[in-house]
Structure formats: C-alpha cells, structure tokens
C-alpha cells in the first residue's frame, strides 16, 4: 500500500513507510514553514515531492535511532542532521555527521528542544510552537488507533516498571509545560487535538 502525504495541520505534512530493519510502519514529518523533516523516511511519492513543497533545510531526530534514510534527504536536497548531543556517538562509525543540540536550546524554525530521557539518555521531545505540537521519539506509540501506549517490555529496559513511571511522569510535566494540540508520534499515528490530554491519561496509567 503506498502511503499518502496528509496536511495534518497548516504546513505539517506526515506520511508512513515501513522501516526496513524493525518491519512496522514508522511517522515521519514535514514542517513546511520551518524547513525541517522529523525523523526521515522517504516518502513513496519520492525525493521530487519536497521541491512542490520547498525543499527542507534542516533534519531533526528525536533520538539518536531516528536517522532512518537521512543520508538520502542529504545526498538529495543538502540538508543538514541535527540530534541530541547524548546520541552523537551513534554515528561516530556513520557516514552521517549530524550537528548536537542540547535540551533547553531552540532550533530552526522556533522549535524548542524537551529533554525526555528515562528510554535513553537522548530521549528528546521537540516543540513546534507555530502550530502547538510536540514530537515525540520512542517514549510512546500509537499504533493501537486509542490510548497512547508502551513499546513492548522486552525493548524498554531490564527494569521495565521504572522505566514507564519514569515516561509518565516526563509526559506529564510535558503536557503541563506545553500543553500541545497536536502530537507528532514518530510510531504511530499522530494526534491531532487534545494532545494534552493524550498526555496526562497516558501518565495517568
């Protein structure tokens, strides 16, 4: 099935692709305006549909896992690789190079950088506030079409009940201190309204 470029909201295009090394279909985003790509997987409509749209500037991942085809939207359209400074030894054997952020920095476009953590130490959730989004890595899935929900036990750590009340208590905080509209769900679909509240029942347990 290919998958369709929606305009989830003004400017904030998403599409799926499955993800050759873990088999699921995996959320990627662009931020028009801003000229930015959210944890990239080339779309099946390809590379040529980016110049319809304004070709990105700037890659962002929420993790240091997310680079998926990132080096294609480098060869392609120039862009350049942004990650949280705790996952930049993930590419030290890569031919890709990204740039370090920090939490609590802003990136291009306005976005603002969340440190979420617990998962990973690079665990990061961005800030769209143009259109009151957050963007979220590894730390929640909706693949269910209902609740925000864990990934499976066996990948979250060897102490799994730590580790999601370490998740709820960031997303919590997250939907208090941003309180978003809209989630960005790097596995799954996105939220589009009530992000917030997306938040705090999920924190809630």
Known sequence: MVSVMEEIAPGVWHWTKKHP????????YLLEPEGIVIDPMVPDVGMEWFSEHGPPTTIVLTNRHHDR?????VD???????????GL???EDKDLTPDAFDFGDELPGGLRVHEVGVICPDETAVEIPRVKALA????AMNYTGGELHF??????GDDPDSVKAGLREAYGRLADEVEPEILL?????????GGADA???FAAG
């Open 21 to 28: 090394k873990i088999g699921v279909d995996v959320s990627s």
């Open 69 to 73: 085809e990132a080096e294609q939207f």
């Open 76 to 86: 392609a359209l120039g862009t350049d690789v942004r990650v949280i400074r705790e």
């Open 89 to 91: 030894h993930e590419f």
């Open 136 to 139: 979220i890595a590894d730390g």
């Open 151 to 156: 990934v499976p036990d066996e990948y979250i």
């Open 185 to 193: 769900i790097a596995h799954g679909a996105p939220v589009v309204g």
């Open 199 to 201: 938040l705090r029942r």
